[in-house]
């Protein structure tokens, strides 16, 4: 048996499957579908993304938030772009988050809304020079995004 790539398989996957649902999500009590092709489109984003902020490979990027398609794509994108994704539960407290990110040395945060973006503001200075940016995302499908660098400016940008 050959051996293949995630990335080989998400790609021969959207071959077949391009047009059907691949993830579904309730939004605002509304379901929202996303395509294998607009999924793949968005992992590839995301990872594009991720390596403009400086990830490289073998860098390990923590993701932060409850199960919802951002989390699945930015886990799939961290492997696109050739980093180590690393789950951390929305409970967690903040030194938790820390224990995590720190152990895993990540250098890319993705947190799903300003909750859990206040739990890395509270610990970012026990982080010394590991973090390049924090980003968080809501409404995903329409491909907003907040990113937040260490510095603790906050930015609004467009991904697509």
């Known amino acids: 048996m050959k051996k293949r790539t995630v990335m080989e398989v998400m790609k021969r996957t959207v071959g077949k499957f391009s047009s059907q649902i691949a993830l579904k ?39 932060l938030g409850d199960n919802c398609p951002q989390w699945f794509i930015s886990d799939m994108a961290a492997i696109f772009a050739g980093g180590i994704p690393g789950g951390i ?42 973090m390049k940016m924090m980003w968080t995302w809501w409404n995903s499908i329409s491909g907003y995004r907040t990113m937040m660098p260490t510095t603790g400016d906050i930015k609004q940008v467009i991904c697509r």
């Open 89 to 130: 539960y929305a409970t967690n407290s903040p030194e938790q988050c820390q224990y995590i990110t720190g152990h895993s040395q990540a250098t890319i945060v993705v947190v799903e809304n300003t909750e859990q973006l206040l739990k890395f503001k509270q610990i970012r200075q026990n982080l010394p020079g590991q």
């Open 25 to 63: 999500s309730k939004i605002d009590g509304n379901w929202k579908e996303i395509t294998w092709l607009d999924y793949y489109n968005q992992i590839r984003t995301t990872a594009r993304g991720f390596m403009a902020l400086g990830l490289e490979k073998g860098d390990a990027i923590s993701i």
